[in-house]
């Protein structure tokens, strides 16, 4: 899934309330969450749902006439490596850099 579209999904606060509520209890049916994003209708919820599918950060299967959904964290944690851990390295690089011309001066 590209970075883009993970990053689109999670920039809509009523998309993040759903994804948080799968974090705290993971498998629930959607009329679940869509008393989570009160006063937001079912079919309002069902679409935000398709954009977290398309995103790969839910997956949902139906059982009987329920759709429960299940949050699939990879996306967000490929996402903080690419980003958080880069960021990171070049801030690790940058103090050694920094302590050694200082280092130096002394």
């Keep these: 899934m590209s970075t883009d579209t993970v990053i689109a999904a999670i920039a809509d606060s009523t998309r993040r309330r759903l994804l948080d509520a799968l974090r705290e209890e993971d498998g629930q049916p959607v009329a679940s969450l869509t008393d989570c994003v009160a006063p937001l209708g079912r079919h309002v919820v069902l679409k935000h749902i398709r954009v977290l599918e398309d995103a790969d ?5 139906k059982v009987g006439r329920q759709r429960f959904c299940y949050l699939n964290a990879v996306p967000i944690v490929q996402l903080a ?5 880069d960021f990171g390295a070049r801030t690790a690089s940058g103090l050694t ?3 050694r011309e200082l280092e130096g001066r002394a």
């Design 97 to 99: 850099a920094l302590k």
């Design 81 to 85: 490596e690419r980003w958080i851990d």
């Design 57 to 61: 950060l839910v997956v949902t299967h």
